[in-house]
């Protein structure tokens, strides 16, 4: 288990507390599942007080001072002793051993018969540390840990053998993580974790837990070889950069894909371009291309699964995504290395490269090089070479392909290949009668340009139909809402111009009336008797015109009656032009606030009438993308599918990203012949007995 998690934060993730972590994990991955081997069986009070007798002990370092070559499983009943201590004088000096035990042991047996059928399991292990007169002492930096057969998923073929798991992986993980843990606790404390951390997992404790088909056995001690993995290799670096405080500097670079997190949209299409085989990946695979696709120089991805989960299917399908990737950005065709601590897998992944074989293939899938098939060479030892039988040995292959005369063989055969694919291909592009190597490159670059493009554009059509299924109600209901709110903005609109129209016409009829009132009181002073006009100027003529003014201005509604008095015809004047520049200058400021609105009413009828009609725009695009869609998949069956937009996907795999890898391999093919130039240097370089082809 691992006691320390990764820091959560890009500032507590630099290059020392990831290494941190990682030596953690290596130390804890060396935990998983111990094999049973030369283990010893002891009593339940061993388990329980603490210590181990001294036969037991003195058997313990009798395998370990042998080498601890035996593998048999051995059942021992301590015989009865004098005295458990060991001693002193019978011993040499010893030091401690680090042991693994379980308070009881489950095993196998046949329900009928109730025969042990071979199998066992414990429900948990103790690490402990054996110290040579018995004790037994926890282990303080490793704590006690539920078998990983007994967890989902699993890491190997269960079968029906094994009982059914009490917890998945990811559970187990979060509560080993939260449990509080005293790493100086004695014995008795430390099995009381071992039994609170199975019932935390299991939700039973490990007294009650008894699968159907197992019965319980006595405890179990067995000497913990730590250093069986490839952790034993990598832990001492990284304890030796820690301590030196000193990371090299392409390890920084790989770290820092881990101190700064990726943003992985799992809803975009992955984006990939190539395929290799028939079998289109999965949706698990395809968001594991996709995080792949994100990646930035010098970052690494981690990918787990149990076996058969389409591990190798996938670093098929990213390494012919590599090469097609090359291929359309005119890049040199990449060099991809598949290595890894174990064998097996390289050689799945060598023996899965392949071209497929068989009849009614399109001809672009087969290889147009003589005597070959493979798409990998096998870099064997010595002794792997001597079984090469599903494998393109490396040596072989520079031997075949660099061999003299293998251009004269190769390059008619690829041309028969190319016509024929040509010929076969009515969108192959216009070739010449007699077409060249130089001539099938280009031609072969093209095709490749066009179906990337399909692929493309067919990702994008998926990705609308798919969105037209997920969202199609919502834009319908989306269309009438904004139809609606752009009907009530037109009417708002309408309203608002109207009204500032009013009272810009009302603003034009107080204009009016004050360009009247100002002629009406100047034609009744022209009234006035003659006299009264003439000797005006004298007072109290004047007053009494002003008087008579006045009282025809407030009769005709120019003034208020309680305007006045008035001494002058001036100040008549001053008085009727305030009142009405009064009025004026509020409907002024009406009919610019209601221009206002209008205006602005009218702004957001143009924004709802443009959204309107991008939201048409698009679902119509969305509707023809959909309708396209379903003629497309139409009679289309896919068992394996997650639903349709998945069959979709797949079939673009199978049709299109590799058709894109094949071509790029044709065209990778052709490239090499044209390179017949460089042969002569590579041969002056490989050794006189690999210049020919082996099997």
Known sequence: MVSKNLPSTPAGRGPANILRYWRQCLRESMLRDPKLKDAITIEPEHIVQGYLPADVVNRIYALLEAGNKSSKFISFKPRRATSDAVSAAENPPRGPVPVLVTPFLLSAVNLRSRAKEGDVIPPVWLPAQMLPDGILKPDPEHLPFVPRILLDPPVSDRGDRWPVPIASFEDYDRIIRDMIVDREQDWQGRLAHANALFEAVSGIAADDWLPDGWQRETPLVVVWERDFSAAKLILPLCEEWLREEAVPATLVTVLASAMEARPIDSTADAGHLGHCGDRAINIKQRDAVRAVGVMQDGQLQAVNGPPGTGKTSLLKTLIADAVVTAALTGAEAPRIIVTSTNNQAVKNAARDLISPQGDGLPVERERWLPGMTHLAAFAASSEQAKEPAGFLLLEALRGRVFAKGFAEEAEPYFMERFKAWRAASSKAGAVSTEPDLAEAKTVLQAKLHDVAAAIRAKGVSIAQAERLNAEGEDLRDCLARLEMELDEAQARTIKAQEAAATAERDMAEVLRQHRTAIETLDHRAEKHPLWMRLLSFLPPIEARRSSLLRATAVTLQYLPPYAGPFDSFAKIYEAVDARFISDKDGLVARAAQL???????????????????????????????????????????DPDAADIFDAARRRIDVEGRATAFDLTMRMREAEFLLRREEWDEVWAVIPPANKGFGR
Do not use: K, N, P
């Not at 725009?617 to 497309?632: K, M, N, P, R, T």
């Open 595 to 637: 221009r206002g609105i209008a205006q602005t009413e009218q702004a957001q009828t143009e924004a709802l009438g443009s959204a309107l009609a991008a939201q048409r725009q698009d679902y119509s695009l969305l509707a023809e993308a959909g309708a396209a869609f379903d003629v497309w998949m139409e009679g289309h069956a």
